[in-house]
């Protein structure tokens, strides 16, 4: 993608942050029903989330990591589109599992319980900082 100036360039990333946005979700879905069908199962439910939220977020990683590369995002372009998915994330994660799914509010954040094992928080940091560590720099 070529550089525009301002607020150009800023319109021409919102469709494809967008979509990749999307794109993150697909990978989350389909890990979560993996992580339920099969490695729940086989290991439990805490290793079953510890090892499915490793998996998403290298995931992720790898798939932002192609993102980046292609929109050639700059640092602080990087760290408008990491936290405009981490508010998007946040706000599905707790919109639909609460409003949709019918979990408590106190079921939805035992995820994020470092104390008792609980990694979601790795993957909104991956969601959030990722663009921007691996922006390019030069």
Not at 97 to 107: C, Q
């Given at each position: 993608m070529t550089k525009e100036p301002g607020n150009s360039?800023?319109?021409?990333?919102?469709l494809p942050s967008l979509g990749f946005w999307l794109l993150l979700a697909a990978i989350?879905?389909?890990a979560g029903v993996v992580r339920q069908l099969w490695l729940v199962p086989l290991i439990g439910e805490l290793r079953g989330h510890q090892a499915g939220t490793v998996i998403v977020a290298s995931a992720f990683l790898g798939a932002i990591a192609v993102f980046v590369r292609r929109m050639r995002l700059s640092p602080a372009e990087a760290l408008a589109v990491?936290?405009?998915w981490l508010l998007g994330a946040i706000t599905f994660e707790f919109g639909f599992?609460?409003?949709?799914?019918?979990?408590?509010?106190?079921?939805l954040l035992a995820?994020?319980?470092l104390t008792e094992g609980r990694l979601l928080l790795l993957l909104w940091?991956?969601?959030?900082?990722?663009?921007?560590l691996l922006a390019d720099r030069h």
């Open positions: 360039r800023a319109v021409a990333l919102i989350a879905t389909a990491g936290a405009a599992g609460h409003y949709v799914d019918g979990l408590s509010w106190t079921r995820d994020y319980d940091v991956v969601v959030g900082a990722g663009p921007f």
